[in-house]
């Protein structure tokens, strides 16, 4: 049961430090997500990957959490086991995916090798990236569980929008740097060690957490033992999965949260050659334009979590999101708007969309599912995510392969293919068009069954 005073979580400065720890923890995972993203024209021009094999590599974060189901037993580990151990799991987990990245992207050792009928080096890079994809996802819903943990009935949405824009700076980090670091010291591979490193500290960072969490749970202990008021001992139990999978407005912001993501976070893994090839950028700086999505989601995500913890309107926010990435994705589409301000504008209103839509989301869930599954109701919704953010880079590389070689140019001397990219940009509209759908579906869902998603978070 929640206490109401005298807790850790009820110091500003306990609960707001944790959050700084966690998020900084997440900045570190993020980065390494999508470290990779502006390298694309390097690959092909110096480890002579094409689209289908970056594709295969991109699809491989989410392998071992949908086949494997690594997430949802990772979601139930964390309602078993508690934040701490699982964290600690999930950032051990981390490390070894990327170090095992690492070493394939930068080794010679591979060369000349086939599995499976494609390069050694790039089954190798998708296994690590695959046992990266397991640790991050579980570590998200970690941290979204310690969010509430602290939160629940005080800046709920505000502390899940300061969270996630943490991680967009690990994403804009990512866009932004990694190409000109790795022309800067010479190797496709240097950007990855700097992630290496940065991740070693995150999870540092959250051993240091697992300190203060503990020292929470002994106060929550102590004052319900004060106030003779017994603490709800129920755990998680196997069976409460089908209580989570009946209830529709799961459902909903499950398939929301899949369609959505798919319209954004395989965008970026395409949308720094999409600004070479539509938009004639230099590629050492064209990761600079889709960077600005990520870091204007530094302050707006905040912001729109804010309104929704003070005003509510929570559904409202989703479909408002959804509509704008729905006419962004539209308008990249079109082959005619090619101008470099075009695109830095349409990824203004993508960070605008992209804001909206998470800082309501998220906060939702634990106003549709009980708190003690909660661990496990945010991983069946990654889980679904994770179909998505495997299956949509795949789809959008194939897709590039077979149907948009536009030509080729001779990029210091080797010869790459270029790409018109109005079909892929099609289909992400697609994606936000069904987004929007389940968004109204939602909202109903909510009028009817009367969960609070149009209202305030914080209870005056």
Known sequence: METVTNTLRDSKVARWSALAVVSFTMLCGYYLTDVMAPLKPMLEKELLWNSTEYGFFTSAYGWFNVFLIMLILGGIILDKKGVRFTGKMATITMVTGTAIKFWAISTQALDGIEIIGMKAQVVIAALGYATFGVGVEVAGIT????????????ELALAMGLEMASARIGTGLALFASYPIAIWLGDVSKPIFLGLILLCIGMISFFIYALKDKKLDKSVAAEAAISGIAQDEESFRIADIW???????????????????????????YASDLMVNKFGVDPLVAGSIPALL???????????????DRKGKGASIMILGSVLIIGVHALFSI???NFKPVAIALIIVLGIGFSLVPSAMWPSVPKIIPEKQLGTAYALIFWVQNWGLMGVPLLIGWVLDKYCISG???VDGVNVPT?????????????GLLALLFAFLLKAEDKKKGYGLELPNIKN
């Open 419 to 431: 790409y018109n990219y109005t079909l892929p940009m099609i289909i992400f509209t697609c994606f």
């Open 143 to 154: 941290v979204s569980k310690i969010i509430v943990k602290w939160f629940k009935g005080k």
């Open 408 to 410: 080729s140019k001779l």
């Open 294 to 308: 990520p870091f204007g989601t530094i302050l707006l995500t905040p912001f729109f979590g804010n309104l929704y």
């Open 243 to 269: 209580f989570i999978i009946r209830n529709k407005g799961w459902w909903y912001i499950a398939i929301l949260c899949v369609l959505f993501y798919s319209a954004v976070f395989p965008f970026l893994k």
């Open 335 to 337: 082959p005619f708007l």
